[in-house]
């Protein structure tokens, strides 16, 4: 609740969840260096049937799990599909009967132009996240929409669980806001489209810490003596720290 006891607008970010998303890409890409560069994956087993069922209408019965055997909500792995690898098996009776190629959904020529149009940036109005960008399709390759240019988005993490699992939706803007993209929550009230910040300036920081006498070094926000990141005692300290 905020001070004057409205709801929010929208839910608040998990900061905390995502710096330890960060942390552990970093740890996992460090380790990679000594090891062969196998990417991390995150393997999601699901029937068609689940896939393709409404979303309005509820999720339709048939797998849909992670590959150690924990299940999911079709609506997030439809989410974890918008931008992703996808392999097609036919199976007959629970038996496959055949295995597609491991394809791209959305191509890496076509993953460049939409970074050149959306600015390589979360395309909610008011979000500069500029990480770990997902390419969103408006309307999902498994109900019939496109990989296409116009039928995708660039949506930081945050604001593409909220497109699927919260029950938001884009749209096209209208009148002065044509071009634009609107986005309306759950309760299908319009959000807010708070301008970007203006991009920081190297040479007036400079100026500010020099008048300020803040002298910045190398050596400033460096911690610790160099030695490899403990991602167990990362993730244990984290923990405690947000209960």
């Known amino acids: 609740m905020r001070p004057g006891g409205e709801l929010p607008l929208e839910p608040p970010r998990a900061h905390a969840v995502e710096a330890l998303l960060e942390l552990t890409a970093a740890a996992l890409a460090h380790s990679a260096e000594d090891a062969d560069p196998v990417p991390p994956r995150l ?17 339709a019965p048939g797998r849909c799990e992670l590959e150690g ?22 199976e007959r009776d629970g038996l496959p009967l055949g295995v597609g190629r491991a394809r791209r ?14 600015d390589a940036t979360c395309r909610r109005p008011g979000c500069d996240n500029s990480r770990r960008l997902a390419a969103h399709h408006r309307t999902h390759w498994a109900h ?4 296409s240019l116009a039928n995708l988005v660039l949506l930081c993490p945050h ?14 803007g209208a009148g002065e806001d044509a071009g634009e993209l609107r986005i309306r929550n759950r309760h299908g009230l319009l959000c807010p489209s708070i301008p970007r910040s203006p991009p920081g300036s190297r040479d007036e920081l400079i ?34 720290l947000v209960g």
């Open 144 to 147: 019939g929409g496109e990989t």
């Open 159 to 172: 604001h593409h669980r909220l497109v699927h699992e919260g029950g938001y939706t884009i749209e096209e």
């Open 69 to 90: 055997g924990s299940v999911i909500a079709t609506e997030t792995a439809r989410r974890l599909g918008c931008d992703a690898e996808h392999v097609a098996c036919i």
């Open 207 to 240: 100026a500010h810490n020099r008048d300020a006498g803040i002298v910045v070094t190398g050596k400033t926000n460096r911690n610790g003596c160099g030695e490899r990141m403990d991602l167990r005692l990362t993730v244990d300290v984290l923990h405690d």
């Open 105 to 118: 959904t959305v191509p890496p020529r076509l993953r460049r132009l939409l970074e050149a149009r959306d």
């Open 43 to 59: 393997v999601v087993h699901v029937d068609a049937a689940a896939l393709t069922a409404d979303a309005l209408s509820g999720d």
